[in-house]
């Protein structure tokens, strides 16, 4: 380590390994969102097309990212705290779930142009797609998961929760869900087979549990908590905590590379947190990446192999989409 670095993080009181340039995750674009102003939530991949769409939640608009032309393609408007979104590649349309007109509208992927509007889903958030059956899940409301159908126009059934989900991932080679429900605090899980509510596991201990991620080949769930500031990783055959690590305050994603054995966890404290999975059990932090505050969430796309954030409008400085590639 440098001199002038040993000094820093001697003065400041940091562990060595964050302030160690190990360039784990390496910044190589950015796109400038100038007139985008409040802060963002979630993104979606078209992985085919190269495109990404995020949810500017405080501007009301979800923005077309062109990946391969580094710059923005459309600023799609009319949109009521668009928080969570998917693609529909089949179709070719994009879904964006509206957390304060409770609804679930598609766009066209090529005019973006409005092509369904369903409605009946107060406080709509987290979206997700099931790649074998291709039912689309919306967490919304007081506590439920809505499930429709592969076009995401027809309502299947609701799932009911304790509380109001967060963050929620699929099983690809069992039926269950997992839901961060954090006002009743819990990890719930749901059969989507049975289309019902099978367990909920205390998380008492580490709370206000908000994004997570899933390693299925080794049973374990990662869960980011903002109350205290901690990863937690759950043993997914029953409900255990195995190990817990700190990280960046403020999270709002977090995603898990399989191909590398890592957790990337993104934080409005303005940090980017990579860390290393040893084995199951077992986790050491890596990297603390320097972001902005308000910066907390962000994309991580195995196909693409890239890791996308997006910065908020702050103190003068515009808003942006940060591209980083891992190595």
């Known amino acids: 380590m440098k001199p002038l670095l040993i000094f820093l993080v001697a003065w400041l009181g940091l562990p060595a390994v964050l302030a160690q340039a190990t360039d784990m995750l390496k910044l190589t674009k950015t796109i400038p969102l100038a007139d985008?102003?409040?802060?963002?939530?979630?993104?979606?991949?078209?992985v085919e097309g190269k495109r990404l769409f995020v949810a500017a939640l405080g501007n009301n608009t979800l923005e077309v990212i062109d990946l391969a032309a580094c710059k923005r393609l459309r600023s799609i408007s009319g949109l009521y705290k668009p928080t969570g979104t998917v693609f529909l590649p089949e179709a070719n349309q994009i879904g964006v779930a509206n957390g304060d007109d409770g609804t679930f509208k598609l766009f066209d992927g090529i005019t973006y142009q409005l092509v369904n509007n369903l409605r009946g889903l107060e406080d709509a958030d987290n979206v997700?797609?099931?790649?074998?059956?291709?039912?689309?899940?919306?967490g919304y409301g007081g506590g439920a998961l809505v499930v429709l159908d592969?076009?995401?126009?027809?309502?299947?059934a609701d799932i009911k929760l304790p509380a109001h989900p967060e963050s929620f991932q699929l099983e690809t080679n069992g039926p269950r869900i997992f839901v961060n429900v954090p006002d009743a605090k819990?990890?719930?899980v749901i059969d989507r087979q049975k289309k019902d509510l099978?367990?909920?596991?205390?998380?008492e201990k580490f709370q206000a549990n908000f994004p997570m991620a899933l390693d299925e080949g080794n049973h374990r769930l990662f869960v980011g908590c903002?109350?205290?500031?901690?990863?937690?990783?759950l043993d997914t055959t029953s409900g255990k905590v195995v190990s817990d690590l700190v990280i960046v305050r403020d999270t709002d994603d977090l995603f898990y590379d399989a191909k590398r054995k890592r957790i990337y966890v993104s934080g409005?404290?303005?940090s980017i947190d990579v860390i290393e999975q040893l084995d199951a059990d077992h986790y050491k932090m890596r990297e603390r990446i320097p972001t902005r505050a308000g910066a907390r969430t962000s994309f991580f796309s195995a196909e693409l192999n890239e890791f996308y954030l997006a910065v908020p409008q702050r103190n003068g400085q515009d808003a942006e989409i940060r591209i980083y590639h891992p190595e």
């Open 150 to 156: 592969g076009s995401g126009r027809q309502r299947h």
């Open 198 to 203: 099978v367990a909920t596991w205390s998380m």
């Open 268 to 270: 409005g404290e303005g």
């Open 128 to 138: 997700r797609r099931d790649r074998n059956t291709k039912l689309v899940y919306v």
């Open 36 to 46: 985008v102003k409040g802060r963002f939530d979630h993104f979606a991949p078209d």
């Open 186 to 188: 819990q990890v719930a």
């Open 226 to 233: 903002r109350n205290p500031a901690r990863l937690v990783v």
